[in-house]
């Protein structure tokens, strides 16, 4: 696949919701189009309700645009059933959540393992791999401990190296840093800035903080379902 | 890390939120095995009593009304150690008397058993053998010696039926002295365990009443020298092959004497007779001798030519060949005596007149005419042993001391009829064709009285070696039979496992509810971790496989404890059925036993149960999508649809209901019952249904403003529609169930003097040891038994047969049978047919299966037979004959019978003689007791038992009512659980919700308020559930309430309802305040 294929394009998408009161459909994606490089770094900014993790979803094949077209390295997500799709999600994407969703009864090194197991088994190079990656976010000597046994920027961190695990070519943080105070934030910003080029995975990051966005290369504003 | 170790830690961390899960498998699987168990205990019991009944008895042979040699047991040895002993076995009544001679206590249906030491060969003896009675002495079983209040030394009394060769209905049997007084002393209680106390060839409810004396002191006094009317047979070898070499030597040993045969050799007169002291030849044994001469000889109760008659002579119907010109059709031959006498001339009629006896011994005369073609001399050789051994005859001096078994008038004898008696005897004073005699003189016994073949040297046992190839001992019954096979499977008349499974079924049916919403609860509480899976790549069948794998584990550790705890919940269940519960299996006693295999089976049992209600809940969770799982919200259906397809299902369910029921409107029986029951579950689906639309109306209904406090806990019920309907579906179906179950309780009481009541209106219901021969609703038959004034009862005749009232836990073969009379009970429309038209189908000819009548109870639950069946039942001659199950009564008194008619009865007993059931009426109440005191004084000497039928009724009842105590008792746990359920239902929805509460509380709503709220929402719940388990279970009892004995006891009913009302309630308030304990406020803070 040549390098300057996109690896993410998306063609006037919409996204309605059913009103609860029956009436017009709530309408959050109106039209949108867009492209993602590979090994870019985007942040998508806007204000409550514009959009933002409804698109991140959407590009996360976590929901389904009502228009308009997905396609992630030239395959349409469209046409791709639901185990497609996991098996998409598993191996070519990762994903970092708000709050950081690592399983309570799993060790720091089994929580980053979890995904090796959606369609296989843990390898050698998986466990390799989840150490190298432990290592390189500075939590070597967490390796047995349980989530309830980290702080706050630590469970972020764990959720990282998980999405980093199947070595995705993407990278979906959802207000990473929201639920961190500003010296953790900061850190892991600047880390997932780091292992974007390290890990040459693209970063698609939707956040509320300037300062996250503006470690990105690209910042997509979003308003009223729209890109401003 | 492997997907192993990932269910592992899942479970390990989750351990202390599957505790209540793992409660709820627990209590189904144990519920499950202990079910399963007491099907074991049942079946252990049984195989102890078999045991105890039969020792190491493997077949018998066992006659009813016949005896033969107590010498063929020896006879038929086969090797050392298989054992053969004869027995002497017949019913008595006993009693024990105080100082003054009062009677103290009483027994009635005593087994008084003639032994001698080859029974102990069958007995499983632990210690020496019993002590060697005397004569007079007797060993007692404990019940009899509790019964009695005996002890060894004490002496009681026996009245038993004296048995004869000749039955007692047969023509010219006589009727008196049939019963014999024995007084006894005991010698020894023997022990249940290894002496065979509780011997018994039949199963029975309880263990008999049996007295043991020494075999040839009870031939003698009863008169039966010799004699044996049971063998019984044990040894090394299986019971089948025993059984096959037992009847091959029985065939190779048996003499003629066995089947009450003789032959006479006369050398003097040149003759060999075979006859019977039955008196009258039977139809196989004239088969084998059919190239033999054949006579049939009977009293003529006059001889008659006009104004000339000659009393109380023989004449004999003799086959061809007797004389030179043997008469036929209508002729006669007279002897010389009877020609001098009467006057009589060739050519000249002769009319005789007869007797014939009626099925109650009721004696008709009849006369016919004869052309006289010959006279003969008086007497020739070999004629006067023509006569049989009529009793009360043969062995008189005196004509004038006849006593016969017909109306004897002494007065009418004249000198030359006593001289000819003293002269010749019985020889015949005329001669007639044997098939004439036939005609007018076959009975249901027999068809000749003598056989006769010329006399020759060694002859006579030519003659009984030939009839011994061409006879069969098997059709007189002398067969043995595997009486152990059965017995020591202990197969029970119902599966017992499954009828604790189908009672306890709602106990099952509610932990594993209450089960699946604890482990959806925990489920749910996960949901962002699934969303996590999902969102990581992990597909829902994956995820859903996890969670099965984790229920799984879950499941086989619940199973297993379970398993555990249904071993103590069948010792409680055990420990019931032998006090509390004791009714439903007749106050037998019960012993507790598990089998491996059956705890096995009730682990997986559990296992599947358990793993298949937690894939019913993770099912629809992992369904969900991986956005509404990550924000902790499992996804709710779209309200609209659902919410339409509810109710086309509710109008369907509705519409359902409303055609079963008119369908129904004129069906009989199970199938009305039936029916109703299928509309009343429609209606219970139709009301869940609607509940289920309701809510989720409630849920979507936004807009209208909150009228009050209450109207905004309804609406709160509609937030989790799942978990309200599964509260509102498990109370529904629990009041459903509680109500239909009490609707079949039987009240004994109701009805019981109408004729179509349970006793048919009878008064009383009567069974005596010894048979009544005569009808007690004619004046003659009272002036024979000197019962004193009127009485108006139905008698029936019996043939001994297993106890299939449901008072018997065993599967019984062969229930008792009774001949009766259809038109007596026709008359008096007794009783209420469930299915069937009524008694005159008895009398129905149709085919070649004799129809019967059974109670319902008896025919579906004890010989799982309906309407329209036929089944084999053996008669007297050792074959089968066919019975068609033409209508099943409801509710009776004759629970436990096969009811045919009386003349089918007869055809096929012939030997069995007399009545021994009786139900009796009284117009008047305060007239019982002095009819019963009338018939048990002047039947004392039968062992007459009168029971009040309603009594005899109630303990029937109680069997059915004693299983919808534990149906309720089980359902009253079920619904405990199910209240339990509301409770956790309640807490976990106010917990979830402690954020909302406490910003209720911070606008300014008392924490008083917030409890009405929450009581107002799950209230509701409660009230829905009541509301369609009573409409619903309304429409299903509806035609039980017609049914005799049966009607809604409302008290009951509005306990029951009040007391699910007052614990849903309880439970609620009390959830509410956990919930609502300590400061809400911090709880807006994590909100």
């Excluded at chain 1, 070597?140 to 199947?166: D, M, Y």
């Excluded at chain 2, 351990?15 to 627990?26: E, M, Q």
């Excluded at chain 2, 040149?270 to 019977?276: C, E, F, H, Q």
């Amino acid at each position: 696949m040549p390098n300057d294929t996109p690896l993410l394009q998306l063609k006037n998408i919409s996204r309605e919701f059913p009103s609860a009161e029956a009436g017009e459909p709530l309408q959050v994606l109106r039209n949108l189009s867009m492209e993602v490089a590979r090994g870019e770094s985007i942040a998508i900014v806007g204000p409550s309700g514009c959009g933002k993790s409804t698109l991140l979803n959407l590009i996360g094949t976590l929901d389904q645009p009502t228009n308009g077209t997905i396609a992630f390295d030239v395959r349409n997500l469209g046409e791709l059933d639901a185990d497609e799709l996991a098996i998409l999600r598993n191996r070519e994407m990762g994903f970092i959540f708000q709050s950081h969703h690592l399983l309570p009864q799993c060790t720091v090194m089994e929580n980053v393992l979890v995904p090796t197991l959606a369609h296989g088994r843990t390898t050698e190079d998986d466990e390799e791999r989840a150490h190298r990656l432990l290592d390189r976010v500075g939590l070597a000597a967490r390796l047995a401990h349980r989530p309830g046994q980290l702080s706050g920027g630590e469970r972020q961190r764990v959720a990282v190296v998980r999405a980093l695990i199947n070595q995705p070519q993407l990278l979906l943080a959802d207000e990473p840093t929201g639920a961190l105070d500003q010296a953790t934030a900061d850190h892991l910003g600047q880390l997932l800035v780091e292992l974007n080029a390290e890990e040459n995975v693209t970063l698609i990051t939707v956040t509320h903080s300037e300062k996250l966005a503006a470690q990105m290369a690209r910042t997509v504003e979003l308003n009223d379902g729209q890109i401003k | 890390m492997t997907r192993t170790r990932l269910i592992f830690n899942s479970f390990a961390h989750h351990a202390r939120s599957h505790l209540g899960t793992l409660l709820g498998a627990i209590v189904a699987g144990a519920v499950l095995t202990g079910s399963l168990v007491v099907g074991d205990s049942v079946k252990r019991t049984l195989q102890i009593q078999a045991q105890q009944r039969l020792g190491y008895i493997q077949a018998a042979t066992v006659q009813h009304d016949r005896f033969f040699r107590g010498e063929l047991a020896k006879a038929i040895e086969l090797n050392n150690r298989t054992h053969f002993a004869p027995v002497l076995m017949l019913g008595a009544a006993g009693f024990a008397e105080d100082e003054s001679g009062a009677i103290k206590t009483r027994a009635n249906q005593i087994q008084l058993i003639g032994i001698d030491k080859s029974f102990w060969n069958h007995a499983m003896l632990k210690a020496n053998l019993p002590p060697t009675m005397k004569d007079g002495e007797a060993l007692i079983n404990p019940r009899l010696a509790a019964q009695l209040g005996l002890k060894a030394g004490d002496e009681f009394r026996l009245r038993i039926a004296k048995p004869s060769v000749l039955p007692r209905d047969a023509p010219l049997s006589v009727a008196e002295d049939l019963t014999a007084r024995l007084t006894l002393t005991v010698t020894q209680v023997t022990d249940a365990d290894s002496e065979l106390a509780n011997f018994s060839l039949r199963p029975g409810a309880v263990p008999p009443f049996n007295v043991f004396v020494p075999l040839a002191w009870l031939q003698k006094k009863s008169e039966l020298d010799g004699r044996a009317n049971a063998m019984l047979a044990s040894g090394p070898s299986p019971t089948a092959e025993l059984v096959q070499s037992a009847n091959a030597a029985l065939r190779n040993n048996w003499r003629l004497a066995d089947a009450e045969l003789e032959l006479i050799e006369n050398e003097k007169d040149g003759v060999i007779d075979l006859r019977t002291d039955r008196i009258f030849l039977d139809a196989n044994t004239l088969k084998a001798t059919a190239d033999s001469q054949t006579a049939l000889t009977y009293i003529a109760n006059e001889l008659r030519i006009g104004t000339n008659a000659v009393p109380y002579s023989m004449i004999s119907g003799v086959s061809d060949g007797f004389f030179e010109n043997t008469p036929t059709g209508d002729e006669t031959l007279i002897t010389q005596w009877l020609a001098d006498d009467l006057g009589a001339m060739v050519g000249n009629k002769i009319e005789v007149d007869y007797y014939v006896l009626g099925l109650n011994r009721q004696l008709e005369e009849r006369s016919h005419t004869f052309t006289i073609t010959g006279v003969v001399p008086t007497e020739k050789p070999g004629w006067r042993e023509l006569m049989p051994n009529f009793p009360g005859i043969v062995d008189k001096d005196n004509l004038r001391d006849w006593n016969p078994g017909i109306d004897f008038e002494s007065s009418r004898i004249r000198d030359q009829d006593e001289d000819y008696w003293k002269q010749h005897r019985g020889t015949p004073k005329a001669f007639i064709a044997l098939a004439t005699a036939q005609k007018l003189w076959a009975n249901r016994y027999g068809e000749a009285t003598t056989v006769r073949y010329t006399f020759a040297n060694e002859k006579r046992a030519q003659i009984e070696s030939a009839l011994q190839e061409k006879l069969n001992p098997a059709d007189i019954g002398l067969v043995f039979r595997d009486v152990r096979t059965e017995a020591i499977t202990g197969q029970s008349a119902s599966d017992f496992g499954g009828l604790f499974i189908g009672l306890s079924f709602f106990l099952v049916i509610a932990a594993l509810i209450l089960m699946g919403l604890l482990f959806v609860f925990g489920v749910e509480q996960r949901a962002p971790q699934i969303g996590t899976l999902l969102a990581i790549g992990f597909t829902g069948k994956t995820v859903r496989n996890l969670l099965l794998a984790e229920g799984f584990v879950l499941a086989l550790i619940g199973a297993a404890l379970g398993a555990w705890a249904g071993l103590a919940y069948t010792q409680a269940i055990v420990n019931l059925l032998n006090s509390e519960w004791g009714g439903a299996i007749g106050n037998g006693s019960l012993v507790y036993h598990a089998e491996p295999l059956t705890v096995l089976y009730g682990v997986l049992g559990g296992l599947f149960v358990a793993l298949f209600t937690i894939w019913l809940t993770v099912r629809k969770l992992s369904r969900a999508t991986a956005i509404t799982l990550l924000l902790g919200e499992p996804a709710q259906p779209a309200e609209t649809k659902a919410g339409r397809k509810a109710l086309v299902t509710a109008l369907l369910c509705a519409v359902g209901a409303i055609a079963l029921g008119f369908a129904m409107k004129d069906a009989q029986g199970q199938m009305k019952a039936g029916g109703f029951f299928g509309a009343g579950m429609l209606l219970l689906i139709s009301c869940l249904c609607v509940c289920h639309a309701w809510l989720g109306k409630l849920a979507t209904g936004g807009g209208a403003a909150f009228a009050s406090l209450g109207a905004m806990g309804w609406r709160g019920s509609a937030r989790r529609r799942g978990r309200s309907l599964a509260c509102i579906g498990l109370l529904a179906c629990g009041v459903f169930l509680l109500i239909a179950v009490g609707a079949f309780r039987l009240d004994p009481n109701e009805g019981a003097n109408e004729r179509w009541g349970g006793t048919g209106g009878f008064a009383l219901f009567g069974q005596s040891d010894v048979p009544v021969l005569y009808d007690l609703n004619t004046q003659t038959g009272r002036g024979e038994m000197a019962i004193d004034g009127e009485v108006d009862l139905v008698q029936f005749r019996v043939r001994a047969g297993d106890d299939a009232s449901c008072l018997n836990l065993n599967q019984t073969r062969e229930p008792r049978l009774l001949g009766v009379n259809p038109k007596a009970l026709a008359d008096k429309e007794a009783f209420t047919f469930a299915q069937g038209t009524g008694w005159e189908v008895l009398d129905e000819t149709e085919g070649d299966a004799v129809p019967a009548i059974v109670d319902m109870n008896t025919g579906m639950w004890m010989m799982h037979v309906k309407v329209g069946d036929v089944i084999d039942y053996p008669d007297e001659s050792g074959g089968t004959f066919k019975i068609r199950i033409a209508g099943f009564l409801a509710n009776s008194v004759l629970q436990g019978d096969l009811i045919i008619s009386e003349k089918q009865f007869v055809k096929h007993f012939p030997s069995a003689s007399g009545y021994r059931v009786f139900l009796i009426d009284s117009v008047d109440p305060k007239a019982t007791a002095a009819i019963a005191n009338a018939l048990s004084f002047a039947l004392e000497d039968y062992g007459l038992e009168l029971t009040p039928a309603t009594r005899r009724l109630a303990e029937f009842s109680k069997v059915q009512n004693t299983y919808l105590d534990i149906f309720q008792a089980l359902g009253g746990l079920a619904l405990l659980l199910g209240s339990v359920g509301l409770g956790v239902v309640v807490l976990r929805n106010v917990l979830e919700r402690r954020g909302e509460l406490a910003l209720l509380q911070a606008i300014g709503f008392r924490k008083s308020a917030l409890h009405w709220l929450v009581l107002a929402e799950h209230g509701g719940l409660l009230i829905l559930g009541l509301a369609a388990g009573i409409i619903s279970a309304a429409v299903a009892v509806w035609p039980a309430l017609s049914n005799p004995g049966q009607g809604m006891p409302l008290n009951l009913l509005a306990w029951t309802v009040g007391g699910i009302l007052l614990s849903g309630l309880l439970w609620t308030w009390l959830a509410a305040a956990a919930a609502l304990r300590g400061k809400l406020l911090p709880a807006l803070r994590h909100e």
